[in-house]
């Protein structure tokens, strides 16, 4: 049951991600701006951008043009970046170190964090705690990404000096100096995430909690601990996976703007150079990557449910 469950979510994964294949592809042929008069210069003669459109292959038809995206896709191959000259691909590699830095440290940081503030506010709910984490929640969902990034730049990297104010140091260079580079982009990314996670998780803390069973084993005896985390935390799982998953997937977003802010040399930076350049090939490459990621980590949310919910058939 399961297997066959797998295999229509990946049979559907790959129509997804085929229709998203062609949504990216033609939307940045739409976009103004000409890739080969980029490359030319301004001082560019039109004989010498036509040129450059025939070696790059930007004169063919656009169905022509999907259609070798399409094959070099299937053969393992995103294309070369037209400004860099080398592979979508070791482009990616070389900034893959800082963002999954960046995005494991935030995840951790939300998930713990948000799980622990959504608990302690359906523990206490209604009273000051409660009241205050809810604010919490409210303004942390509120604020954008850039406004914490640079509040936090100003505080503590202009003004205190405590932390560097941008920049990446890679972790073989020192894991200290690594993880003081990445406090910053870390505490201001994942605030939402914490605010989230939160919310969901004292929404479905207190309809557990107000169960006639959870009234049953305290009365019975079970210390506050086993109620809270045995009983209610396992039982109001699902919706908390789900923000977790949503949490993942509205990561993608986030880095982006946090590296900008930062200065973080990662597949953020990577794609905001590659749309001021009109860099197809990379823009390309990176959205598939990353809509495959967010296909896969739906998948394996939708296979975690499973796991902590016997109850939940496929």
Request: proline share 4%; aromatic share 12%.
């Amino acid at each position: 049951m399961v297997g066959t469950y797998v295999l229509r979510r990946l049979v559907a994964a790959i129509a997804v991600m085929a229709m998203v294949g062609i949504f990216i592809f033609l939307l940045l042929r739409l976009v103004p701006g000409d890739a080969a008069a980029m490359i030319a210069g301004t001082n560019a003669t039109p004989q010498m951008v036509a040129d450059i459109r025939e070696q790059l292959g930007l004169n063919e038809p656009l169905s022509i043009q999907l259609a070798y995206w399409a094959m070099g896709i299937f053969s393992g191959n995103l294309g070369n970046s037209i400004f860099a000259g080398l592979p979508v691909l070791t482009l990616v590699s070389q900034r893959l170190e800082p963002t999954i830095s960046l995005s494991i440290l935030t995840m951790i940081v939300s998930v713990t964090a948000g799980v622990s503030f959504g608990i302690f506010a359906a523990w206490r709910a209604g009273g000051f705690v409660d009241r205050m984490l809810t604010a919490f929640s409210t303004l942390g969902y509120s604020v954008p990404v850039f406004v914490v990034g640079y509040f936090l730049t100003y505080s503590f990297a202009m003004k205190f000096r405590w932390l560097p104010v941008q920049g990446y140091v890679p972790i073989d260079r020192g894991l200290g100096p690594w993880f003081v580079h990445l406090i910053l982009p870390t505490v201001a990314l994942s605030l939402s995430y914490v605010a989230f996670i939160a919310r969901i998780t004292r929404a479905s803390m207190l309809e557990v909690l107000s169960e006639d069973y959870m009234r049953t084993a305290a009365a019975k005896g079970a210390s506050t601990y086993a109620v809270l985390f045995h009983y209610a935390l396992k039982n109001a799982g699902a919706p908390i996976l789900t923000a977790i998953g949503l949490s993942f997937a509205w990561l993608i977003g986030g880095v982006v703007i946090t590296e900008t802010v930062f200065n973080l040399p990662g597949i953020g930076r990577l794609v905001v150079d590659a749309i001021n350049n009109r860099d197809y090939p990379v823009i390309q490459g990176v959205l598939i990557l990353v809509s495959g990621l967010y296909v896969l980590i739906n998948l394996a949310v939708d296979l975690a449910y499973r796991l902590i919910d016997p109850r939940i058939r496929y």
